[in-house]
């Protein structure tokens, strides 16, 4: 695999540069050229009604607080100075600071429309989500690419994030709710994430946390399709639940791996061969 890695890495930079943007804008046509998705009949029907303590949904609702213990944790340590060592440049937490206030915000957002789950609370809890995918995006376009090209994304991102949320909602409202460029501003981070891994060096250790992170997110999404089967087998817990805890581990290995990683030697854009030769002990 290294092996792999290291011969793509060996491609003049423009060019990878070239193959990201390609990547990129050929994923967005094809979304364009899709017919429009509309929020499926039974996406606010979740397999657990229970009702505890007097809190509807109470698994569904209680879940969500691990967001809120890891977005706060990530926030407190990114103010710490003991954080001075997981950056080279101080503006490069920016990204991580609106990432875990996006996924601090998730947990408040969810909880309030798993109470009452309706289209009129959905955007609650989307909206910190698209901060959160198009942070980390950003985050690893300036760890990737350039520190510049990351910040100079960033609020470009976070609209187009918000914007999708948006614009399937006063779809909705005129009963035309199309959900395309909300599952693009979802998943297409993940994917573009994983393309600049391979392309370019790393900036800083521990890539393979972030991996991590990303097999936790993955299992989140398979735990939330089977949300009626996992709670049929016992009835203790559902699916959408677990999605929740899932998907709150992912958000805490991206904290874990800040906590512990370490700049690597900076690559020299000037030539192919310092940029990659360290993958091996890098990533």
């Known amino acids: 695999m290294y092996a792999i890695v290291r011969r793509i890495r060996s491609v003049d930079r423009p060019k990878r540069l070239g193959m990201l943007l390609a990547l990129a804008f050929v994923a967005f046509c ?162 573009a994430i994983a393309a600049m891994i391979i392309l370019f060096q790393p900036r800083y250790t521990l890539t393979r946390d972030l991996f991590v992170g990303f097999v936790f997110y993955v299992l989140a999404k398979i735990v939330e399709l089977l949300d009626a089967q996992i709670y049929g087998l016992d009835r203790i817990v559902s699916g959408h639940a677990l999605k929740h805890l899932c998907a709150g581990v992912a958000c805490y290995w991206v904290l874990r791996m800040l906590m512990l990683r370490r700049a690597t030697e900076l690559p020299q854009l000037s030539s192919n061969a310092p940029e990659y030769a360290s993958y091996g002990n890098s990533s």
């Open 30 to 191: 094809a979304v364009c050229l899709q017919p429009k998705i509309p929020l499926g009949a039974r996406y606010h029907v979740f397999a657990d009604q229970r009702t505890m303590v007097g809190i509807p949904r109470a698994l569904n609702v209680l879940s969500n607080a691990i967001f809120l213990i890891v977005g706060v944790w990530g926030l407190k340590f990114l103010s710490a100075s003991r954080s001075r060592s997981a950056f080279l440049e101080k503006k490069e937490r920016l990204p991580y600071v609106l990432f875990f206030t996006g996924v601090a915000f998730t947990g408040i957002g969810s909880a309030y429309y798993h109470l009452a789950p309706v289209d009129s609370r959905l955007p609650w809890d989307l909206l910190p989500m698209t901060l959160c995918f198009m942070s980390i995006l950003a985050a690893t376009t300036a760890e990737r690419i350039s520190v510049r090209a990351g910040l100079y994304l960033l609020p470009a991102l976070i609209t187009f994030g918000m914007a999708s949320v948006l614009f399937w909602q006063f779809g909705e409202l005129r009963g035309q709710g199309d959900y395309r460029f909300y599952l693009f501003a979802q998943y297409f981070p993940a994917i």
